[in-house]
């Protein structure tokens, strides 16, 4: 319906003497805007002023009347040596997709009953920690602090949700020298459910990933279900024979779950 009014609209825009469409974003005069309070786009942290205080940059919404107005700190409560806050905006104009096609800069002052240190702080759900003086946003999956062994669990686990498979899906590490991580990962171990559905069978692909250790994490260089060195020594000459000559061709993940009694819920 929405489409066909469109069309409308573009027709009468081009036929003389009618009326062509108001834009939908544009307000009747006599209407009233209906404000409500949106969570604002965190986009830095700097210490002070003084040491009890942080000031939070804010990209507020703006292009138009009515996008943003006092942005503020809503939620804030302090506790495991973590400091939470929202910092939020009223706005009567976030629901109407492409009212508000820019930002301006806002600063927002959050401030502590005592020193805040090096306390991190999460902003809206996403973390910040003071490091040599500066804040800087923590990595969804590495957190704040990532050890420096590339194959610690913090990594690899980091490394297989960066992969095109299943939320669930988990990896199993096959080698792993640092620069260089071997890990076999299933496409997707849950077809059937957390708890699988009586009688669901699952076969699904399990692939092995070969990785390269980057700055940013590790990076997939290539990607089989063979055995061997062919794949990743075609791909990537300088990668340690070692590590793949004993690698067997992957097995699929399969599973069957019971199917229950005739009679109960779900046979």
């Known amino acids: 319906m929405r489409r066909l009014a469109t069309v409308l609209c573009l027709l009468t825009a081009v036929l003389p003497g009618v009326a062509a469409c108001a834009d939908p974003r544009t307000r009747p005069a006599d209407e009233a805007p209906v404000w409500g309070t949106y969570e604002a786009e965190v986009s830095g942290v700097t210490p002070g002023p003084g040491d009890r205080a942080v000031t939070v940059h804010v990209k507020a919404l703006a292009g138009r009347d009515g996008c943003s107005r006092n ?40 401030t502590s009953a005592e020193p805040i240190g090096n306390r991190p702080l999460s902003l809206n759900q996403k973390t910040w920690a003071l490091k040599s003086g500066a804040y800087t946003g923590c990595d969804e999956n590495l957190g704040c602090n990532p050890p420096k062994d590339r194959c610690d669990p913090t990594w690899t686990r980091a490394a297989v949700r960066g992969m095109d498979v299943s939320r669930h899906s988990q990896g199993h590490v096959e080698a792993c020298d640092g620069e260089w991580l ?27 990933y070969f990785l390269r250790s980057e700055p940013a994490g590790w990076s997939t260089v290539a990607r089989t279900t063979s055995g061997g060195c062919d794949v990743i020594r075609k791909a990537a000459p300088a990668f340690p024979r070692k590590l793949c000559t004993s690698l067997k061709p992957t097995a699929r993940f399969v599973t069957v779950a019971p199917t229950l009694p005739s009679g109960r819920p779900g046979g």
């Not at 071997?182 to 692939?207: F, I, K, L, Q, Y």
């Open 182 to 208: 071997v890990m076999t990962v299933a496409d997707d171990p849950t077809p059937c459910g957390v708890e699988p559905r009586p009688g669901c069978e699952v076969n699904t692909a399990v692939r092995r």
């Open 71 to 110: 942005v503020q700190v809503g939620y804030h409560q302090e506790e495991n040596g973590v400091i939470f806050a929202n910092i939020v905006q009223e706005s009567a104009e976030s629901a109407t997709f492409g009212a508000c096609p820019t930002f301006a800069p806002v600063e927002v002052t959050l």
